[in-house]
């Protein structure tokens, strides 16, 4: 009776324990739930950070616009009129001069580029990301999209073998460079028609179109207008982001 008894209380006691075959399983189990946590936290850090992206890039073209629509309204000087010396485009950027500022920027492409080709501050060297001092230090980031005073729209009057002033950094405002991810300029033009202006008034319609987005170029297609696809090598889609914005101006001037 007593062995009986004993031999149920082993039974039981062996019955109560895992075995290893459960432990793996529940083992693998909580691994699959921690790799898809992980990977459901690390695809939401990438759709936050893809939207702080555009979020920053809409919130820098709004100020754009309005800094250019403002600018141009209030100019009575402007003129894309190569005689008139107010307005330069070039294969690195541009110069456009108003009354009392001048804006100068670059392209993505120059600012990636070693080359002297590109706008830059007074004694910067062509340094990619930068003007250096003596010491090496950083003093300022290269011209991206920079408001200058500049009364007399001296910055857009070539000397006689065609190069063009370099900015003075005192008083210049960088337009590009007020968030956490580098901007840039991809392309930008600036077109008018004869059509287009009223004789009565002295009115034309200037349409200003540029293309804002992210300078990594690995991540853009050739002409810097979009985002490589994913199945291209260097495709970015968290970070990369690029867009085209058209405004049209009305402007008063005398000298068209």
Not at 114 to 140: E, P
């Amino acid at each position: 009776m007593n062995h009986e008894v004993n031999t149920r209380t082993n039974t039981v006691r062996r019955q109560s324990g895992f075995t290893l075959i459960e432990l793996l399983l529940a083992m693998t189990f909580i691994s699959v739930l921690l790799l898809t946590i992980a990977l459901t936290i690390v695809q939401i850090a990438n759709i936050y950070n893809r939207g702080i992206i555009l979020k920053e890039m809409n919130q820098t073209s709004r100020s754009l616009s309005d800094e250019l629509d403002d600018a141009m309204r209030g100019s009575s000087t402007f003129s894309i009129d190569p005689a008139a010396q107010r307005y330069v485009s070039n294969e690195w950027g541009g110069r456009m001069c108003l009354a009392q500022y001048s804006y100068i920027w670059n392209y993505g492409t120059a600012l990636d580029s070693v080359s002297s080709n590109r706008n830059l501050y007074l004694d910067g060297a062509a340094s990619g990301n930068g003007v250096f001092n003596a010491a090496g230090d950083l003093q300022r980031y290269d011209i991206s999209f920079v408001k200058a005073p500049d009364a007399g729209g001296s910055y857009c009057i070539a000397d006689s073998e065609g190069v063009y002033p370099s900015v003075s950094p005192a008083g210049a405002v960088e337009l590009l460079r007020s968030g956490d991810h580098s901007l840039a300029i991809h392309s930008m033009s600036i077109v008018s028609s004869s059509t287009s202006e009223d004789a009565l008034s002295s009115q034309r319609l200037y349409k200003v179109a540029f293309t804002l987005g992210t300078n990594r170029l690995t991540a853009m297609t050739s002409d810097q207008s979009a985002c490589k696809p994913p199945s291209e090598d260097g495709s970015d889609l968290n970070y990369c982001a690029v867009q085209q914005f058209t405004l049209v101006i009305r402007v008063v001037s005398g000298v068209n």
